[in-house]
């Protein structure tokens, strides 16, 4: 059976057809964060199969496999690549009406020309078309990028990573534009016992310098900033449940990093005022550096511990989280704000529950110095599918300024996953000419084109100061 996915894929009146059509379809990406190997972009990786592009990594499908009674053989395990893309496609019929129904189709039509339903029926043929595209230099890394407008993206990078695939792409790629963006997580994850300990001594040999104090730990992550910065970075990220913020010296950090050192275990309330202090050094810097900092909040990580041990983490067993937000994020943002100190910010959540708490929240602390400074950022991880753009595009619209959003983005580890950018805008402009059609805006195709040009594109180009 053929696909699904038509020219006006989503698109449910004339308006929206006209807005996506003659505004967004044809837009460079800017995709500002995403999980993609700079390695394999800089070596133009040649992927060997369709497996190992489409299914290696990505948690979404194997949660998929794993909800139809799939063994993990076929997942995670020791199966052939073939194997597992037959798994995948005795599956795919079965997840109708979850967004991985959409996308597969979706990419496998943009991608490789396929407009088949993928099924265990078609699996093999479609695997084997794939995997000879694969080999054609238009299929390699660069020519998928290439093929998707991809202008400029943004990798996730650890202040350990001495950046050596950035250099060489900046040197050897003229046409891609790839810079860092400065994740400090494990720099303050000071919960992982022995682990943490392991991380500072590779941040001392990046650095050349030990850290014995906290002082010293500060030091040396403002010298990898600094080292980003010339590299070109001129984002940060966070991945966290929450926000923390204290009104008072509850602790010395200086002595609970000494705690750390000599193995001793901190507790909650110690852990969490190390993370608040580090964070906010973190976002001055960020601030004194011109960048914009993201805040990722809300998911609950690693819930499945027998499988995690026997897997690992990032394999499929995170979910959405309950924790209490504003207060705490209102804290830390005014904190920074007070002395005006509050970088560029995007704060984006995974609860839907927390949605015009994080909108609103945004609005606090836009003080008309930058378009759209601080942004309640695209629907995430869970929430980017239709229903959770849709209510984030609504939220945003209802409390804040939609018109200054900077847009969609992949958080993607898999170079086939640019076609979400064509979903957002897509279902962008559907929202809007949804609107039109039922009176409740005017049908100007230059302002709304605009508008949605704005969103997709040209914000983003304006809001993060890339370099060049």
């Known amino acids: ?46 992927f060997e199969n369709i497996s190992q592009v489409w299914l290696a990594g990505d948690h979404y499908k194997w949660r998929a496999m794993r909800a139809l009674g799939i063994k993990e053989e076929y997942i995670t395990g020791k199966a052939s690549d073939k194997e597992k893309f037959m798994k995948w496609a005795e599956t795919v019929p079965y997840t109708v009406r979850n967004p991985l129904y959409q996308w597969t189709h979706l990419e496998l039509l943009r991608y490789f020309d396929i407009d088949d339903l993928l099924t265990n029926q078609n699996g093999e043929e479609i695997y084997d078309t794939a995997t000879a595209l694969l080999q054609q230099s238009s299929h390699h890394t660069l020519g998928l990028l290439e093929q998707r407008n991809v202008e ?23 046409t891609l534009r790839v810079f860092p963006a400065f994740r400090p997580d494990k720099a303050y994850a000071v919960g992982n016992g022995p682990k943490y300990l392991e991380y500072i001594a590779k941040l001392e040999s990046a650095v050349g310098s030990s850290i014995t104090s906290f002082d010293d730990l500060l030091s040396a992550l403002e010298n990898r900033i600094d080292y980003f910065h010339e590299n070109g970075s001129r984002l ?5 449940e929450r926000l923390y913020h204290y009104t008072v010296q509850e602790f010395d950090c200086d002595v609970l ?3 750390l050192i000599e193995g001793k275990k901190l507790s909650k309330d110690e852990i969490s005022f190390f993370k608040s202090r580090t964070l906010l050094f973190l976002s001055k810097s960020y601030h004194r550096k011109g960048w914009t900092q993201q805040f990722h909040l809300g998911a609950i990580r690693d819930n499945n511990k027998r499988l995690l041990s026997k897997l690992g983490p990032d394999t499929g067993f995170d979910s959405i989280g309950d924790f209490s937000q504003a207060r705490a994020l209102g804290g830390f943002l005014n904190e920074l704000d007070s002395s005006n ?21 945004a609005g606090n602390f836009n003080d008309g110095s930058i378009k759209g400074k601080v ?11 239709k229903d959770g753009m849709e209510k984030q595009l ?11 959003s900077v847009g969609m983005l992949t958080d993607s580890r898999s170079f086939l996953s640019f076609p979400r950018h064509e979903y957002f805008r897509r279902i962008l402009c559907n929202l809007i000419g949804n609107d039109v059609a039922n009176g409740e805006l005017p049908p100007d195709h230059k302002w709304l084109g605009k508008i949605v040009q704005d969103i997709c594109y040209n914000n983003a180009k304006s809001y993060f100061n890339f370099p060049g």
């Open 341 to 361: 100190q509050l970088a560029k910010t995007i704060i984006y959540n995974l609860n839907p529950s927390d949605n015009e708490v994080f909108a609103t929240m």
């Open 375 to 385: 942004q309640f950022g695209a629907a995430w991880w869970f929430l980017d599918q």
């Open 236 to 240: 940060a990220d966070h991945g966290l």
């Open 394 to 404: 609504n939220t945003l619209s209802n409390m804040g300024l939609l018109s200054c």
């Open 152 to 174: 400029l993206l943004c990798t996730t990078d650890d202040p350990i990573d001495m950046l050596d695939d950035h250099k060489a792409i900046a040197q050897n790629n003229k």
């Open 257 to 259: 990093f000494r705690k």
């Open 1 to 46: 059976m053929k696909t699904f996915i038509s020219e006006n894929y989503l698109l449910h009146n004339d308006f929206g057809k006209e807005l996506y059509h003659d505004y967004a379809r044809k837009l460079p990406i800017v995709d500002y964060h995403n999980h993609l190997s700079p390695n394999e972009i800089n070596e133009n990786r040649v």
